[in-house]
């Protein structure tokens, strides 16, 4: 966990600044977030337009959370929910105990006998 500063006496720094060991962990971290945030377009071969397929992937710092908000969080749980549900239906009983423990668990739920 970062410790408390007080942020009126912290100066940001340029990568220029750092000591080369620091460099090298902030060069390979930039490099694998460019190769993530190149993985958010794409072309066709037989086009040459490149398009943005999907949102740029977004950096987390210690203490904060992500774009994601309670209801989208719900809608998931009830989409995933139903898929479940579903899919335990159309296997059979001791299939289904497994499966279900294995959530239980995973979920804090009891078990079924």
């Known amino acids: 966990m970062a410790p408390n500063f007080d942020n ?3 100066l940001d720094i340029h990568i220029e600044d750092l000591p080369d ?3 090298e962990i902030v060069n390979k971290a930039m490099a694998e977030f460019e190769k993530k945030c190149l993985l958010s377009f794409s ?4 086009e ?3 398009v943005q397929k999907s949102d740029l992937p977004i950096v987390l710092l210690a203490g904060h959370s992500s774009r994601v908000t309670t209801e989208e969080k ?3 749980h009830k989409i995933m929910h139903k898929i479940i549900c579903e899919t335990m239906h159309n296997h059979n009983a001791s299939f289904l105990k497994t499966f279900w423990n294995i959530m239980a668990a995973f979920n804090g739920l009891e078990n079924i006998p």
């Open 8 to 10: 009126d006496a912290i």
């Open 21 to 23: 060991e620091a460099k």
């Open 43 to 46: 072309k066709r071969r037989s």
């Open 48 to 50: 040459k337009k490149i």
């Open 74 to 76: 719900q809608v998931f």
